[in-house]
């Protein structure tokens, strides 16, 4: 069993930064590919970045290749995800998501084993 807490969001101004942490419980984290997820409303979850058990291997959304950078500790039991250079279509509620995979990749929403209780993230124009 992995429990995931997130913290970081919040309301930022077009061109901002923000920084989310996803804290997990266990001692299996450096078993699990790590992704952040987001939603808007009436769509379906969607992977925004994601980092193999590792960390040496990462995978970004196209639309937020070069703004985002997802990193993880696996000492501290945690992932990040640095959002820089924010628009207002990044607006979503962000989840932490653990897959049992070795690999770093688009994910379906069907192949997350444990999902956080998500932050919403609201950029202003």
């Known amino acids: 069993q992995v429990q995931l807490v997130e913290s970081g969001g919040g309301l930022v101004q077009a061109g901002g930064s923000l920084r989310l942490s996803c804290a997990a419980s266990?001692?299996?984290?450096?078993?699990?590919?790590m992704a952040w997820f987001r939603q808007v409303p009436g769509k379906e979850r969607e992977t925004a970045a994601s980092?193999?058990?590792?960390?040496?291997?990462?995978y970004y959304d196209d639309s937020n290749k070069g703004r985002f950078t997802i990193s993880r500790d696996n000492v501290k039991n945690t992932v990040y995800l640095q959002m820089n250079n924010l628009k207002p279509e990044d607006t979503a509620v962000y989840y932490c998501?653990?897959?049992?995979?070795?690999?770093?990749?688009?994910?379906?929403?069907?192949?997350?084993?444990?999902w956080g209780q998500g932050t919403q993230v609201t950029v202003s124009s």
């Open positions: 980092i193999n058990t590792s960390g040496g291997s990462t």
């Open positions: 998501a653990a897959l049992r995979t070795y690999y770093s990749g688009s994910y379906p929403p069907s192949s997350v084993n444990y």
């Open positions: 266990g001692r299996t984290f450096s078993r699990y590919t």
